[in-house]
């Protein structure tokens, strides 16, 4: 089934993993993980170095939890993106039922999009260093190396007639919410109840898939984080901006998240030439402009034509764009998410963004 670039990509990163990505004395971990209880007490990580920093974060699930992988690309053109995300969620974040599910997001050139949640039958995350693995039976799986600076994703649902798999190279180093300090006793929350790791802010990104005899293929800038929470999501935030973009020698990511109270939480990364200039909880501003730019934006609030971005870039105050071109996922009163062109100092390039709102 597999094809022969997906064959030697795969043989390509094991040998780089076990040949020497993998130190003799880290020890990895597998956890099997079950569905979310509704009586379970879970013990939810908010500090590094207590586990791998892309591994699970919440032991075990309960109905109020949720820990999720997130995994994304955008072709050079800004044409194409997929988006994978794999989730062990309650009932509180997830109403549908299906637990352990995978929701992926696909655009053709064409414009056409693919929007797609699947329940996977079993779950099983590993660690080994601060990268992360897992396995959702009968959808698909990921294998991360342990410094966190490669990753393959694969989805293989012959009942859906899906197979293929995003390789990502990193080009950017990881950072937590408030710091690009990785030692063990950092401060994974991004805002009360919510944690949050980059784990790739920016990579170099090829993806090869097979949807039900349609074979594509592109490559662009790649992202993965990973998310987590103690409480109920939707209770958290009245909205939230977030997105990725590159543009020439610039890694941008960028969070701006109103909690509930009005207390406004964020964070701001740029690297250049993937050397970190700014890592912090300070220094910017996102604001949506064009159309329907009202803020906060509220469940009736429609598709804004772009961002603005003020942030800082070494001590420079920098104004950043983000135009959208296409939006490709659009669940009325809760996100919208878009492709579309990046601009900072000069550059242009490609982005990935999106906006949630809750209704309170």
């Known amino acids: 089934m597999w094809s022969k670039i997906s ?12 040949g020497h990505g993998v130190k003799p004395n880290l020890s990895a971990t597998v956890t099997n993980v079950p569905l979310p209880a509704k009586d379970v ?22 109905d109020t939890t949720v820990d999720w992988w997130y995994f994304d690309v955008v072709s050079w053109d800004h044409k194409s993106e997929i988006v994978i995300t794999f989730y062990t969620a309650g009932a ?35 660690t080994i260093g601060n990268g992360s693995s897992g396995e959702y039976q009968g959808v698909g799986d990921w294998l991360g190396s ?5 990753y393959v994703v694969r989805l293989d649902s012959p009942s859906n007639g899906i197979f293929g798999e995003i390789i990502l190279k ?4 990881p950072h937590l919410p408030c710091t690009d300090d990785l030692s063990a006793g950092g401060d994974l929350l991004l805002a009360p109840g919510v944690g949050w790791v980059n784990v790739m802010p920016d990579a170099d990104a090829s993806v ?38 590159r543009a020439g020698p610039y890694s941008v990511v960028w969070f701006d998240f109103l909690a509930v109270d009005g207390t406004e939480y964020k964070s701001s990364y740029v690297a250049r030439d993937g050397k970190i200039l700014n890592a912090a909880c300070e220094g910017i501003k996102v604001r949506p402009f064009g ?60 982005a990935l963004f999106e906006q949630l709102v809750d209704s309170h």
């Open 7 to 18: 064959l030697y990509a795969c043989l390509h990163f094991a040998a780089s993993v076990l």
């Open 41 to 62: 007490h879970s013990t939810v990580e908010f500090r590094s170095g207590q586990t791998g920093l892309d591994g699970m974060k919440v032991f075990p699930s309960n």
């Open 92 to 126: 509180a974040f997830n109403q549908s039922g299906t637990p352990n599910m995978v929701l992926i997001t696909y655009t053709f050139e064409n414009g056409t999009d693919l929007n797609i949640h699947l329940q996977a039958e079993d779950v099983r995350i590993g």
């Open 146 to 150: 342990s410094d966190m600076s490669q």
């Open 170 to 173: 990193s080009v950017a180093p």
């Open 208 to 245: 090869y898939f097979n949807w039900s005899g349609t074979v594509v293929e592109f490559s662009g800038t790649g992202y993965h984080d990973k998310n987590w929470g103690n409480v109920p999501m939707g209770s958290t935030f009245r909205s939230w901006y977030w997105g990725h973009g």
């Open 291 to 350: 159309a329907n730019s009202t803020y906060p934006p509220t469940t009736t609030t429609g598709s804004p034509s772009g961002f603005n971005i003020e942030l800082l870039v070494g001590h420079e105050n920098t104004q950043a764009k983000a135009t959208v071109t296409h939006e490709f996922l659009n669940v009325p009163g809760a996100i919208q998410r878009w492709i579309g062109s990046f601009e900072i100092l000069g550059f242009e390039g490609t």
